[in-house]
């Protein structure tokens, strides 16, 4: 049977199974420390996606006012290509829409062609290049926008045809 993708908000002690799908997916990850202090800051909030009792994926952003930053999003390795990353996206934009958020921002490395192709299906658009802003490996960072707006659903399915 097909894994059914549960989502509910993180919380603090949810950062230990944070750090693990991280260590996968990144070569400079985040480390349970990292994931507790943010989990508990002013203005951070995040999602987690569940396939029974193992973490499918993550999503974490910081919001202030009108506009928001995408801090981390990882899927883990076993369930990437099955719209996990598009299921949280469209449950995270809604929520910062609904909180009168209008403007989200993000950096992904150069070379990442996945999330960049993630990202231009949900309409972000290039914003600006922070030079050598990566470490391990030493790389530009893309700086993409999306503005969002009441007419936006956010519909993780948008685009489907099968
Ligand atoms: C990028 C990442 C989050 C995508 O997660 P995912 O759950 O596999 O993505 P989805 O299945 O929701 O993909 C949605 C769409 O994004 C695009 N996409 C996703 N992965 C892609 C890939 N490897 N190559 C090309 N396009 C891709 C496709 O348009 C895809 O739709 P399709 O499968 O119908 O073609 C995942 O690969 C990941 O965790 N990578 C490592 C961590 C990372 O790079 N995080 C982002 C940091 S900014």
């Known amino acids: 049977m097909a894994d059914q993708f ?21 070569s400079d ?9 943010l989990l508990s800051a002013p203005g951070v909030e995040g999602w987690i996606s569940w396939a ?17 930053e ?3 999003l990882a899927v883990a ?6 719209r996990v990353a ?18 989200v921002f993000l950096e992904v490395r150069r070379s990442n062609r996945a999330a960049r192709a993630l990202y231009h299906r ?15 490996p030493l790389e530009d960072a893309m700086v993409l926008r999306r503005r969002l707006d009441s007419s936006d659903e956010n519909d993780p399915l948008e685009g489907q045809t099968g």
Do not use: C, M
Not at 29 to 37: N, R
Not at 77 to 82: A, G, V
Not at 122 to 136: E, H, N, P, S
């Open 77 to 82: 390795p076993e369930f990437r290509r099955r």
């Open 6 to 26: 549960i989502i509910r908000a993180a919380r603090s002690e949810d950062a230990s199974a944070l750090r693990d799908t991280e260590a996968l997916s990144f």
């Open 70 to 72: 995408i801090l981390n």
């Open 52 to 68: 029974g009792k193992r973490l499918s994926g993550y999503l974490l952003v910081r919001s202030a006012g009108e506009e928001a």
């Open 122 to 136: 949900l309409g972000f658009t290039l914003a600006g290049v922070r030079r050598g802003y990566y470490r391990k």
């Open 29 to 37: 990850p985040w480390s349970e420390a990292d994931f507790g202090q």
């Open 86 to 103: 598009l299921g949280l996206l469209g449950r995270g934009l809604d929520t910062l829409l609904a909180r009168g958020v209008h403007d």
